[in-house]
């Protein structure tokens, strides 16, 4: 009688240990599923970004905006001005 006791106290404390340790995995695999899926919209964003660096930074819209934003232009003849080569010393 005392051995079935025994036996059927540690059936029992078996099949709740058996619960608790699903429950903790289901638990943890719905934590890892959500974190790798803010791992997916971090790339995403960061891939949109870089596609939005790279529009942004293109030489024609930043010429657009040295011109209308900076009041910007191209030199002409008269704005520009030639200087000599420098003189080459000789070896002294």
């Known amino acids: 009688m005392k051995l079935a006791l025994?036996?059927?106290v540690l059936l029992?404390?078996?099949?709740?240990?058996l619960v608790t340790a699903?429950?903790?995995?289901r638990k943890l695999v719905t934590?890892?599923?959500g974190e790798r899926n803010k791992?997916?919209?971090?790339?995403?964003?960061?891939?949109?970004l870089?596609?939005?660096?790279s529009t942004l930074s293109t030489p024609s819209r930043i010429e657009q905006l040295a011109i209308?934003?900076?009041g910007m232009e191209y030199p002409n003849s008269k704005d520009?001005?030639?200087l000599p080569p420098p003189l080459v010393r000789g070896n002294q």
Not at 39 to 48: M, S, T, W
């Open 12 to 17: 029992i404390t078996s099949a709740i240990s």
């Open 31 to 33: 934590e890892l599923e």
């Open 80 to 82: 520009t001005i030639l």
């Open 39 to 48: 791992g997916l919209q971090i790339q995403q964003e960061h891939a949109r």
């Open 6 to 8: 025994i036996l059927f």
């Open 22 to 25: 699903r429950h903790d995995t």
């Open 50 to 53: 870089v596609t939005e660096k």
């Open 68 to 70: 209308k934003k900076l």
